[in-house]
């Protein structure tokens, strides 16, 4: 079951910040985030797992509501850098290779 | 982090030939691998986990003889595209999780294949 993101696309000014959401109509262990730049592979951002984590890097965090079966990523302080698509990526299974199903992606453009 | 190669990064050929891309692990053993096919402005959508030792899953949908994948040792997985056409250009990705809980549950992507046939 592929899980859905919203928005699906979002424009921001540098400076600005942005959430964007992940769920999931099934029970998940773990939400993963990755950022793709045209032409490019997946690079990987965080991992949450389950119970209800926050993590975060820089200006970069998201967050994990186990009951809700949702996750967020939030950006702050957009910076030009920030442009790609997200995409998050859920896990039913409690293995180190995890069989992630990507959602549809949000794509994020920041401008000057 | 782990690193995951893949090779070629690009490819073109003619309908009707057969393509191999193939996907390593190069500081970790992987088990398990997994093949991703991405067509543009599209999410990854997962074909089939490659198994080591065993036979590949395949997602449903996803033809079997048409994608031949071999896990044949823990660092090396290939995936084969048979009698190619024109709508199987696409952008394979392959990825792998490091099973030594170095890296707990993340999941490493190779760089990807792009696939043109003609």
């Known amino acids: 079951q592929q899980p859905v993101q919203s928005p699906q696309a979002v424009i921001l000014r540098e400076g600005e910040d942005a959430v964007i959401n992940c769920s999931s109509s099934k029970a998940l262990y773990s939400v993963h985030w990755y950022r793709q730049k045209h032409g490019e592979a997946p690079v990987f951002l965080m991992i949450?797992?389950?119970?209800?984590e926050q993590k975060g890097h820089e200006k970069i965090s998201a967050s994990f509501n186990e009951k809700k079966q949702q996750s967020s990523l939030y950006l702050t302080a957009s910076q030009l850098s920030y442009s790609g698509t997200y995409f998050c990526g859920t896990a039913l299974r409690v293995t180190s290779g995890s069989r992630l199903t990507f959602g549809e992606g949000t794509q994020l453009t920041v401008n000057p | 982090g782990a690193v995951v190669s893949q090779h070629p990064s690009w490819v073109i050929c003619k309908s009707g030939t057969s393509v191999k891309i193939e996907c390593r692990s190069l500081d970790f053993q992987a088990t398990t691998m997994f093949w991703y096919r991405q067509f543009p402005k599209q999410s990854l959508m997962l074909m089939a986990t490659s198994n080591e030792g065993s036979k590949a899953t395949y997602e449903q949908g996803v033809e079997k003889d048409k994608f031949l994948i071999n896990h044949a040792s823990l660092t090396l997985s290939t995936l084969t595209v048979t009698s190619a056409h024109p709508e199987d250009s696409s952008f394979y990705i392959c990825?792998?999780?490091?099973?030594?809980?170095?890296?707990?549950?993340?999941?490493?992507f190779g760089e990807g294949s792009r696939l043109t046939v003609l």
């Open positions: 949450l797992l389950k119970g209800g």
């Open positions: 990825s792998a999780g490091d099973p030594s809980g170095r890296h707990t549950g993340e999941l490493f």
